[in-house]
């Protein structure tokens, strides 16, 4: 038995308890972990709590240096491949700034525009609750489409798609092509006050309920959690990141697949000053919060040995059907000493670029400091697979139709839609960045392509010169 080291589970918060969700989910709790697996989870659960204290107090002492950096011209002289260093620390820690995508002079060009458009359609502005501080409603104005299609961009999403994999050549997903997703602005003032806290996007409970989801974790809920590999896709493909949609956009629900979410920074920057904080321990972080239902009762001597595995009641902390995982707490997630080893990102310039693992957990800063504004043009990595073809669609139409794309069009008022003007025009739109916007079919001739990379890129031009696509004849299940 593992020797217990009592300090690990006396950190000071008060106990509360979570409360239940339907009974159902008590069922689906019995269905995770397989009955011969009992032992192994707990065992591992005690493995993993040593190991998130140890790694917990390597974050706090190291603090913004945790979050590895690399300069642009570096991996475009490796062959446009991340140097092997940063590609370990990134898989590891699952957060990277790449210092120097564009050069300022664009980016300053682009931020004049984008300010004196939002400062002329004033029924763009507006945000979705919770406010991290000054979203804008804009997504194809001229800057923002230059942006998503300029090469640089283009290229470092090609990069950082390769750090994923797939076991089976057959797996419907083309990791060297991207779709773009349309997402905001910000623009963050000095003193404005964020409410954004700590959350991970890609769904709640979906990581639980849905099969395929669920398959992802699949190490982690047999007693291995050392062995899961967060950068392996095959069945996170075909998973359901939104069981309860409703027809409304709720807060860090996306109706699309991104591997990472990323934003360019607009604005020079210090750490703290308004930007982003970010949990950086992929690994044992997801595993606790993917365990921590069946472990969420801490016991009241402190000892690891005393903990129960409880796969009957219907409790999952944090995770409410049909909204994002908005609620990692330190009341629920004490081991993950929220409050000191979620750390805020180096400090960025202008032409920077931060991306993060979907399963990083992440914030914005509660306070900005500084002095001028924080601004951000938010862009992840959104590799073709099923889910992204009807990204794929969504996009082509809301661009030809110069109006918000679907996520976001349900914020509008009936009069703002009447009015929108989203700046589209396809002549700001160059390269690979025409196929990303469905406007230009894919190559599947092109050398080198897996059978499963051909054939979704088969499926999304047929879905693309259709206008419909139905996802249900090609899905797989885990």
């Not at 409304?248 to 607009?266: D, I, K, M, N």
């Amino acid at each position: 038995m593992l020797q217990t080291d009592t300090t690990i589970n006396t950190l000071k918060y008060n106990a509360v308890v979570p409360p239940d969700l339907e009974a159902r989910f008590g069922e689906l709790k019995k269905k995770i972990i397989d009955p011969k697996n009992h032992v192994a989870v707990k065992e591992s659960w005690k493995r993993l709590l040593v190991a998130l204290k140890k790694l917990n107090q390597e974050i706090i002492a190291a603090g913004s240096s945790c979050i590895p950096t690399v300069q642009w011209l570096e991996i475009v002289s490796n062959d446009n491949r991340l140097p092997n260093e940063q590609a370990r620390l990134f898989q590891e820690r699952g957060a990277i700034m790449v210092k120097g995508v564009i050069p300022t002079d664009q980016i300053d060009s682009w931020f004049s525009d984008l300010e004196s458009f939002c400062k002329e359609h004033p029924e763009t502005s507006g945000y979705t609750y919770p406010n991290p501080a000054s979203w804008y409603n804009v997504f194809w104005t001229k800057p923002q489409t230059e942006a998503r299609s300029h090469p640089n961009i283009c290229q470092m999403m090609k990069t950082f798609g390769s750090q994923f994999y797939v076991e089976d050549e057959e797996t419907l997903i083309d990791l060297s092509s991207q779709i773009v997703y349309g997402d905001r602005i910000r623009i963050r003032q000095p003193g404005a006050v964020a409410t954004l806290k700590t959350h991970l996007d890609s769904g709640s409970i979906e990581r639980w309920e849905d099969d395929n989801y669920r398959h992802v974790y699949k190490e982690i809920f047999e007693g291995n959690w050392e062995v899961w590999d967060p950068f392996k896709l095959d069945s996170r493909v075909y998973a359901h990141e939104d069981l309860y949609p409703d027809g409304t956009h709720r807060a860090t629900v996306c109706s699309s697949f991104r591997t990472l979410q990323g934003w360019l920074a607009l604005s020079d920057n210090k750490t703290g000053e308004g930007t982003l904080r970010v949990l950086p321990s992929l690994k044992t972080t997801m595993a606790y919060i993917m365990l921590r239902p069946f472990f969420w009762e801490d016991p009241a001597s402190g000892l690891l040995d005393d903990y129960e595995l409880d796969v009957e009641s219907p409790k999952f902390p944090g995770a409410v059907p049909s909204l994002g995982q908005l609620f990692i707490s330190p009341e629920y997630y004490r081991h993950l000493e929220l409050e000191t080893a979620v750390v805020g990102i180096p400090d960025v310039h202008r032409g920077d670029f931060i991306l993060w693992h979907a399963d990083v957990a992440h914030e914005v800063d509660r306070e900005h400091n500084g002095s001028s504004h924080s601004s951000v043009f938010y862009y992840g990595q959104t590799p073709l697979c099923l889910t992204n073809i009807k990204t794929l669609l969504d996009t082509k139409e809301s661009f030809e139709k110069n109006c918000s794309p679907a996520d976001f069009y349900t914020q509008l008022s009936e009069e703002d839609k009447a009015k929108e003007d989203q700046g589209a025009d396809v002549r700001d739109i160059s390269g690979a960045g025409l196929e990303a916007m469905g406007l230009k079919p894919f190559d599947v001739n092109e050398p080198g392509l897996t059978s499963g990379q051909r054939k979704i890129r088969e499926i999304a031009n047929r879905a693309v010169f259709e206008g419909k696509f139905d996802a249900a004849p090609f899905h797989k299940k885990f």
